[in-house]
């Protein structure tokens, strides 16, 4: 189910076709993923190519990851947190909960106009339907609570430094304050306040010392990847 889904998704999503952006992500998310999950489940990850902040995850293992939330991250602890929540929605059975309740037919052109706004347009949204566009309104508060916990033991046990999880939530409230139409998408979501900022810095808290000692917060090899994800041409705008 999961794959004749991505297949969807990529044939109507602006997907990032470089090879050293998809081998940089390919090899973060698999460092995630490997001591997440042991069913041999073929891990995918992609870039889409949309100014939009958001990330979203399919039944089966693919991630993706919007070009608009890559550029709001300063280091390489903030991109492992939004893949190991997303790597955490695969491995709780979330997204399948999700899509069990939508027919196969409308699931690729759900996933591009509510998460991209590629359709964004009263006749696009009149076409799928209001089911299609409760499909993926908002993770349940308890899903979320769920795959932040499980993604930051997650992302601590391939030794990167769980911090970067409440950093990227602080980025994407302060933005939402700033300027909310940059990160509408996220919040449609991803429902996130700070009581949920509190939450993660508290099972970090709660983390055994030693376990939070030697873990990689950056990386050149990130900072490269932005540097060439940001000297793209622009992002496609949302069609109408």
């Not at 009263?122 to 908002?138: D, T, V, Y």
């Not at 979501?189 to 873990?215: C, F, K, V, W, Y």
């Amino acid at each position: 189910m999961g794959r004749e889904y991505a297949q969807q998704i990529n044939a109507q999503l602006p997907i990032v076709d470089d090879p050293e952006i998809n081998r940089y992500l390919s090899r973060l998310g698999d460092s995630i993923a490997r001591v997440a999950d042991n069913r041999g489940l073929d891990w995918r990850f992609f870039v889409v190519d949309a100014r939009d902040v958001n990330a979203f995850a399919v039944p089966g293992g693919f991630i993706y990851v919007n070009r608009g939330l890559v550029e709001r991250m300063t280091n390489m602890s903030q991109l492992a947190a939004v893949l190991g929540h997303e790597i955490g929605h695969v491995t709780q059975r979330h997204s399948v909960e999700q899509m069990a309740n939508q027919q196969r037919a409308n699931m690729g052109i759900t996933l591009a106009c509510v998460l991209t706004r590629v359709c964004a347009g009263q006749g696009a949204n009149a076409a799928i339907g209001l089911g299609a566009n409760a499909l993926f309104a908002k993770f349940s508060r308890s899903d979320e609570a769920e795959a932040d916990r499980v993604g930051l033991d997650y992302i601590v046990r391939a030794r990167i430094d769980p911090t970067g999880m409440p950093e990227t939530f602080r980025i994407l409230m302060a933005e939402r304050a700033r300027r909310p139409e940059g990160v509408e998408s996220w919040f449609v979501t991803h429902p996130l306040e700070e009581d949920r900022i509190r939450q993660a810095e508290a099972i970090i808290n709660a983390m055994p010392p030693s376990s939070l000692q030697g873990l990689t917060r950056d990386s050149r090899a990130f900072q490269d990847f932005k540097r060439r994800l940001q000297a793209l041409p622009p992002s496609p705008a949302p069609r109408n």
